[in-house]
């Protein structure tokens, strides 16, 4: 079956610094996959996509990059800022029915 | 905002209670989901829908029902509440294959 793996957090970082969150899966065919974001008492949104290998997505400064290869999607910020601390979540979705098998979430904590 | 609304956000109820939480949306999504999250799980597939009276289960379906009688509206019961089901519950909707989830509902089993 599908399955991801995310790298275990906290994940702590000041402010400015890089951030790479590392994300493996493991699929039959041809998964889209997911980024998506939960801050504090919220839901999840969804931060960014890819749907073939070799797509970027890219959204408010994160980017990650559909490697079929690798079978990675690793989340990758330039410069992270305090307001990014949250709880990442790397997704996956097969070719039927869009459900999505999820990992454990990495949390991200910024400081000044 | 996918136009999504789940009721009740926050809810404390005693084991062997029924519950049932409710998702609404408002813009005719064909496929809506019913998610768990729990501490080092992540989020996991309860159950799903594909149209009116058309659902199935999905990864951890033991001890839940769900019903679809209105496309805008999936209901999540809980025939018997138990402590281990006190989690926070994400309704989801799919819109162009991407899926775009609720605020979420807290529900403590005590």
């Known amino acids: 079956g599908n399955s991801v793996t995310q790298m275990e957090g906290p994940v702590t970082l000041s402010e400015e610094a890089f951030l790479t969150i590392n994300c493996t899966y493991t699929a039959t065919g041809y998964p889209s996959l997911f980024w998506y974001v939960q801050y504090p008492g919220e839901g999840l949104q969804l931060l960014l996509k890819?749907?073939?290998?070799?797509d970027k997505g890219s959204n408010k400064g994160f980017e990650a990059t559909y490697r079929k290869e690798t079978t990675s999607f690793h989340l990758e910020k330039g410069s992270v800022q305090v307001s990014d601390s949250a709880v990442y979540f790397c997704?996956?979705?097969?070719?039927?029915?869009?459900?999505?098998?999820f990992g454990t979430g990495t949390r991200l904590q910024v400081t000044l | 905002d996918a136009g999504i609304t789940q009721s009740p956000r926050h809810k404390v109820t005693e084991t062997g209670t029924p519950v049932t939480l409710r998702c609404h949306q408002t813009e005719n999504h064909r496929y809506m989901y019913w998610y768990r999250q729990d501490p080092g799980h992540g989020l996991r597939l309860i159950h799903y829908?594909?149209?009116?009276?058309?659902?199935d289960k999905g990864e951890v379906s033991d001890g839940y029902s769900v019903s679809r009688s209105k496309t805008e509206d999936f209901l999540l019961t809980l025939e018997s509440a138990t402590s281990s089901q006190t989690s926070v519950y994400f309704c989801?909707?799919?819109?162009?294959?991407?899926?775009?989830f609720g605020e979420g509902s807290w529900l403590t089993v005590v």
């Open positions: 829908s594909y149209g009116v009276k058309d659902t």
């Open positions: 997704a996956l979705a097969g070719s039927t029915a869009s459900k999505l098998t």
């Open positions: 890819a749907t073939k290998a070799d």
């Open positions: 989801a909707i799919d819109s162009g294959n991407t899926i775009y």
